[in-house]
């Protein structure tokens, strides 16, 4: 009996001791420190330590990367892998690696030289190992020079001798004929080669309008010129009635006014004006006496022919009485009046 009270006093002491253990009343808070620093080639170590009970546990720190030097310790040639060697600095841990093999060398002689029209040969040789392989030269093709033997014109074919500067072939090339250059005809001038000055049909000819200026290049056409024939002005002419003289007219100035009209049927007529400035010299009535003075004229063309003639008339005046651009005579004719002709006037005494 007393052995069991015992056991049962020394179960109550331990109980609570042995479960506090087993079953911690907080959760552990664990502070880290690396207690051995890693290198390349060892591990390192890292504890965990709670900061309330000490609990603690380890983890392990994988070790670093080398620091490695390169150096070529076998250099690649033509016949054979080179080599690599990398080393740490650290450790001195070492590893290899293949550089792969290098080009031939070749050098290269012409064993046949390419000729204009021939293809050539190279032969390569591998200076390292002796290695040798033949190429092709692509024949040159030649390099000709030209010279014109014969030129070429609007409508004849010309020549040219082309030689090889290399291998002195020649040969002759039609060089074609170039055709004209041909400038378009205008009103005054037919359709003509800038280069032979071979004509093609002719001159288009002026196209008046109303104000005697050509539609297509603006040239003054239309104009007809009336020129006096004989003495320059002034003039007396005289006026008679069988035989006797009437009157008598200085005549000082002269003009006139060409225009032209159209009829229904598309022909064309011209009506002239003729305009006289001067001044009754003599009256067979008397000085007191007014009358018109008759003046006499001819219209010639270049020709020398008469196309129009007639008398023209003063204004009712006395002796000593000037008239000025009187319009004496206003007349038609169907002639066909030349554009930019000159025409001639002949003042003639009336009888
Ligand atoms: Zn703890
Ligand atoms: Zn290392
Ligand atoms: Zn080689
Ligand atoms: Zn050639
Ligand atoms: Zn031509
Ligand atoms: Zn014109």
Known sequence: MKKTIIITLILCMVLPVILSACTPSHEHEY??????QPTCSATGIKTYTCTICKDSYTEEIPTTEHTLTEEVTLKPTCEKEGVITKTCVDCGYSEKEAIPMAE????????????????????????????????????????????????????????????????????????????????????TTAKK?????????????????????????????????????????????????????????????????VEMDEY??????????????????????????????????????????????????TADIKEGEKFRDWPGSEFYTEVKLIRGGTYTLELLDVR
């Not at 024939?229 to 006014?257: E, H, M, N, Q, V």
């Not at 049927?265 to 009535?285: A, C, P, Q, S, V």
Request: some cysteine; proline content about 2%; charged content about 30%.
């Open 31 to 36: 502070s880290t420190e690396i207690t051995k």
């Open 104 to 187: 031939h060398e070749y050098k290269e002689k012409i064993t046949k030289k390419a000729t204009c029209t021939k293809k050539g040969t190279k032969t390569l040789t591998c200076s390292v190992c002796g290695d040798t392989k033949k190429e092709e030269i692509p024949a040159k093709g030649h390099n000709f020079n030209e010279k014109i033997t014969q030129k070429a014109t609007c409508t004849k074919a010309g020549k040219k001798t082309l030689t090889c500067k290399n291998c002195g072939l020649k040969k002759t090339e039609k060089i074609p004929a170039k055709g004209h250059q041909w400038i378009n005809a205008t009103c």
């Open 193 to 257: 080669c800038s280069v032979c000055g071979k004509k093609d049909g002719k001159a288009l000819g002026h196209i008046p309008n109303d104000d005697g200026r050509c539609t297509r290049c603006g040239q003054e056409v239309g104009l007809i010129t009336i020129k006096l024939k004989g003495k320059a002005l002034p003039r007396t002419l005289t006026c008679s009635d069988w035989g006797t003289i009437t009157t008598k007219t200085l005549i000082t100035g002269f003009d006139y006014k």
């Open 264 to 313: 229904d049927n598309g022909h064309f007529y011209h009506k002239i004006t003729l305009y006289f400035t001067g001044e009754k010299l003599y009256d067979r009535e008397g000085s007191g006496y007014s009358r018109e003075c008759t003046i006499g004229y001819k219209l010639y063309d270049s020709d020398g022919y008469m196309i129009a003639s007639g008398n023209a008339s």
